[in-house]
Nanobody, 115 residues
Framework: QVQLVESGGGLVQAGGSLRLSCAAFGKIFSPNAMGWYRQAPGKQREFVAGFSSGGSENYADSVTGRFTISRDNAKNTVYLQMNSLKPEDTAVYYC?????????WGKGTLVTVSS
């Protein structure tokens, strides 16, 4: 069983920054894909940023140049540095890992950006 635990969400003013963390617990297989998704009120969950199983980084167009994904394999942790935040970035952010054909999700952390 794999458990993903996000942290780092909160309330920030537009133009500010936040850093999200996602720690994975349990049996982690390699290679695996990992990343961040978000879901705003009344909208579908969307991809934000991620590492493919081959290690390449990918970003949604809406966050390119503002968000950076990184990871610490020794800690089984993935991070999302979010800069120049905008009110439209307000959402619940979810951590995801895809291993052996299974999607694992965290419970999410709320990010609220005030104008």
């Amino acid at each position: 069983q794999v458990q993903l635990v996000e942290s780092g969400g909160g309330l920030v003013q537009a133009g500010g920054s936040l850093r999200l963390s996602c720690a994975a617990f349990g049996k982690i297989f390699s290679p695996n894909a990992m990343g961040w998704y978000r879901q705003a009120p009344g909208k579908q969950r969307e991809f934000v940023a991620g590492f493919s199983s081959g290690g390449s980084e990918n970003y949604a167009d809406s966050v390119t140049g503002r968000f950076t994904i990184s990871r610490d394999n020794a800690k089984n942790t993935v991070y999302l540095q979010m800069n120049s935040l905008k009110p439209e970035d307000t959402a619940v952010y979810y951590c995801n890992r895809y291993m052996n054909g299974i999607d694992y999700w965290g419970k999410g952390t709320l990010v609220t950006v005030s104008s």
